[in-house]
């Protein structure tokens, strides 16, 4: 009879510290032979030239402080998405592309938002209707003042672009917008005609307010005070002096 004996347990114990040993000691050399590769391949293909683009409203010292760091390494290391994510936490980033131009560049095209008002005095409306706050020296002139309740911007966005292109045949746009916690609209165009607008048919108030215009107005813009449009009929108009009939 054949009659095999099994291992003694401290010679399996013994092979699991010898296999140990040498699983840990190929860790070790793949792990030199890795480093020295990455060493290698950061001292041959450095990056040498960014170039940025697009970079007009936005801090190009802050811009410059995000990359120097990220792009101090090799063609092959830089992490692109990291360089992407970090410039979209910038309040004028829109949009972000990074790539690599071989042997030794990268190229930065930043896409800027486009900014349509000033939101409540103390913040930038863009026109996808995102409410951001860059450092206000860096604001655009000339920008309308678009006021409203908190969580409201979208609505009073959306308003502003639909009124603006009733007003064009008046060739006059809005310089002030504002929807009053009672939900009433107020607004001045930027000939100085104040526009009382009351909350009911809107658009269609400030429609015919288009159309009846040169008949009331004219060229007398300037002697306007302020067109009331709340009437459901009809409009009232303060002049500035008498007219004279």
């Known amino acids: 009879m054949d009659v095999r004996r099994g291992e003694q347990p401290g010679n399996l114990f013994h092979h699991a510290v010898q296999a140990f040993k040498a699983l840990l000691l190929g860790t070790i050399i793949i792990s030199c032979i890795v480093g020295l590769t990455h060493f290698r391949i950061s001292s041959y293909f450095p990056i040498k030239t960014v170039r940025v683009y697009g970079a007009n409203r936005v801090d190009h010292n802050a811009v410059q402080q995000v990359l120097t760091p990220l792009v101090n390494r090799s063609f092959f290391t830089v992490n692109v998405e990291y360089i992407r994510d970090r410039l979209l936490q910038m309040p004028w980033v829109g949009n972000i ?32 209707g995102e409410v951001f706050s860059p450092a206000q020296a860096s604001y655009p002139a000339g920008l309308p003042q678009l006021i409203g309740p908190t969580g409201k911007h979208t609505v009073v966005l959306e308003y502003y672009k639909q009124m603006n292109r009733l007003l064009e045949p008046l060739h006059a746009r809005i310089s002030y917008l504002e929807l009053t916690p009672y939900l009433t609209w107020k607004m001045t165009l930027n000939n100085g005609i104040i526009l009382q607008m009351g909350h009911k048919d809107i658009l269609t108030r400030l429609s015919h307010f288009v159309k009846v215009y040169p008949k009331i107005v004219g060229d007398r813009t300037a002697d306007v005070d302020y067109v009331d449009l709340r009437y459901p009929n009809g409009m009232a108009v303060r002049w500035r002096s008498v007219v004279k009939t």
Do not use: M
């Open 97 to 128: 592309f990074v790539r690599r131009h071989w042997p030794d560049q990268v190229e930065v095209t930043i896409v800027e938002k486009n900014a349509v008002g000033r939101w409540n005095n103390e913040s930038l409306l863009s026109e996808a």
